[in-house]
């Protein structure tokens, strides 16, 4: 008998042809996770009939592996199983070995047979080993709302066994849909947006607009502790911090005062879009919620991109400020993204905002500024901060 870690996937499984592309990018991030919290174990990952099988050399803290495990996209659940040869009289014995420290009314067994020569079907395990936990403790079986659940995966050779298995994150591993780059301030929004790109397998960089020496030092620290709590669902990730303090000022003395928020996100989404092309990096990520503030009305938000011509992402785009604080709360952004902090976007915040930008009007404002020289400077005046 030895221990093991069975990690299952959902949505890979229907990749057909390019599911291999998939579990080997699942498969190496598993990996590095893993390396995180034991950097010095000597491990196998192994992918077994559609799971993916973690053996160490020794038994280690189940504490640490499954902090690991549930941050890894890609797994939609695991479990800390014990691995025993595929005899029913072993799997009895192992199941009430897992049963006798839990304290339960109610118990199910749950097998699946992927060996089809094994010689009873899955119902029939079930009722076996079933069966043997009644009659050693007294308890009943509940298939709808067990207290204690015993799954068995028999295999070719072997069977994999545990009780109760661990919630993952879902999604697609990382990297599996390529790059984008995530427009990341101190607030709620962003952060929860770059979640949701990792979801889908996307590996994010972020850039921080930031108005340094004219706002505090204490905001760009924030946004890079933000970056390092979104690093555990990705790894060495990157942040561009852009000086942007500079164009504001061209911007406020030379255009009209309504337009400022929407002058700042156009010359934003350009400076995101060059850096974004000199890095091979596919798409740019907002934390954009439709009709949140004045500047993400359907107008103003097609005045803003008309700048690019690389896709935005917009992953918040239909929710609201209360479910994405409670996502923040999820993923360990929250009591960092409510710290106080001087936004960018606030700095001399028009008292009348534009509500419904006009694209013409917006670029006859545009007309006074030298737009690829401000481009251009703040571009050469970024600093980039590995994280992680």
Same mark, same amino acid.
């Given at each position: 008998?030895?221990?093991?870690?069975?990690?299952?996937?959902?949505?890979?499984?229907?990749?057909?042809?390019?599911?291999?592309?998939?579990?080997?990018?699942?498969?190496?991030?598993?990996?590095?996770?893993?390396?995180?919290?034991?950097?010095?174990?000597?491990?196998?990952?192994?992918?077994?009939?559609?799971?993916?099988?973690?053996?160490? !050399?020794?038994?280690?803290?189940?504490?640490?592996?499954? =902090?690991?495990?549930?941050?890894?996209?890609?797994?939609?659940?695991?479990?800390?199983?014990?691995?025993?040869?595929?005899?029913?009289?072993?799997?009895?014995?192992?199941?009430?070995?897992?049963?006798?420290?839990?304290?339960? +009314?109610?118990?199910?067994?749950?097998?699946?047979?992927?060996?089809?020569?094994?010689?009873?079907?899955?119902?029939?395990?079930?009722?076996?080993?079933?069966?043997?936990?009644?009659?050693?403790?007294?308890?009943?079986?509940?298939?709808?709302?067990?207290?204690?659940?015993? #799954?068995?995966?028999?295999?070719?050779?072997?069977?994999?066994?545990?009780?109760?298995?661990?919630?993952?994150?879902?999604?697609?591993?990382?990297?599996?849909?390529?790059?984008?780059?995530?427009?990341?301030?101190?607030?709620?929004?962003?952060?929860?947006?770059?979640?949701?790109?990792?979801?889908?397998?996307?590996?994010?960089?972020?850039?921080?607009?930031?108005?340094?020496?004219?706002?505090?030092?204490?905001?760009?620290?924030?946004?890079?502790?933000?970056?390092?709590?979104?690093?555990?669902?990705?790894?060495? =990730?990157?942040?561009?911090?852009?000086?942007?303090? +500079?164009?504001?000022?061209?911007?406020?003395?030379?255009?009209?005062?309504?337009?400022?928020?929407?002058?700042?996100?156009?010359?934003?989404?350009?400076?995101?879009?060059?850096?974004?092309?000199?890095?091979?990096?596919?798409?740019?990520?907002?934390?954009?919620?439709?009709?949140?503030?004045?500047?993400?009305?359907?107008?103003?938000?097609?005045?803003?991109? +008309?700048?690019?011509?690389?896709?935005?992402?917009?992953?918040?785009?239909?929710?609201?400020?209360? +479910?994405?604080?409670?996502?923040?709360?999820?993923?360990?952004? #929250?009591?960092?993204?409510?710290?106080?902090?001087?936004?960018?976007?606030?700095?001399?915040?028009?008292?009348?905002?534009?509500?419904?930008?006009?694209?013409?009007?917006?670029?006859?404002?545009?007309?006074?500024?030298?737009? !690829?020289?401000?481009?251009?400077?703040?571009?050469? !005046?970024?600093?980039?901060?590995?994280?992680?």
């Amino acid at each position: 008998m030895s221990q093991a870690y069975i990690c299952h996937y959902s949505e890979i499984g229907l990749k057909g042809k390019n599911r291999h592309f998939f579990e080997k990018q699942l498969i190496q991030n598993i990996r590095k996770a893993l390396k995180r919290v034991f950097p010095d174990e000597r491990m196998q990952i192994l992918n077994l009939s559609k799971r993916i099988v973690i053996t160490f !050399e020794r038994e280690l803290d189940d504490t640490l592996a499954s =902090s690991a495990l549930k941050d890894v996209f890609g797994i939609v659940n695991f479990g800390a199983a014990r691995i025993i040869p595929s005899k029913i009289e072993e799997m009895e014995h192992t199941c009430l070995d897992l049963f006798k420290n839990k304290q339960f +009314e109610t118990f199910a067994i749950r097998a699946k047979r992927a060996d089809k020569n094994f010689p009873l079907i899955s119902t029939e395990i079930n009722s076996r080993l079933g069966s043997k936990v009644v009659e050693r403790f007294s308890k009943k079986v509940n298939l709808s709302n067990p207290d204690v659940t015993c #799954h068995v995966e028999v295999d070719n050779e072997q069977t994999y066994i545990f009780i109760d298995k661990k919630k993952g994150v879902g999604g697609l591993p990382v990297e599996v849909s390529g790059k984008v780059l995530v427009l990341l301030s101190g607030g709620f929004d962003s952060p929860v947006a770059a979640y949701y790109a990792m979801k889908r397998g996307a590996y994010c960089e972020f850039i921080h607009f930031h108005s340094y020496p004219y706002t505090q030092k204490a905001s760009q620290d924030k946004v890079k502790d933000l970056a390092g709590v979104l690093n555990k669902y990705q790894f060495k =990730s990157r942040l561009y911090m852009a000086p942007f303090a +500079e164009t504001q000022k061209d911007v406020v003395f030379k255009c009209p005062d309504k337009y400022r928020i929407i002058m700042y996100r156009r010359f934003m989404m350009r400076i995101a879009e060059r850096l974004a092309l000199q890095k091979g990096i596919k798409a740019i990520v907002t934390g954009e919620s439709l009709g949140q503030v004045a500047s993400q009305t359907l107008e103003n938000i097609g005045v803003v991109e +008309e700048t690019v011509t690389l896709p935005v992402l917009r992953p918040l785009i239909g929710m609201d400020k209360s +479910e994405i604080i409670d996502m923040a709360r999820v993923i360990g952004t #929250h009591d960092i993204s409510k710290l106080p902090h001087d936004d960018v976007c606030t700095r001399f915040m028009p008292r009348h905002p534009v509500i419904r930008a006009e694209l013409t009007k917006v670029k006859e404002a545009e007309k006074e500024l030298d737009i !690829e020289a401000l481009v251009e400077r703040d571009l050469q !005046e970024i600093e980039v901060v590995d994280v992680g």
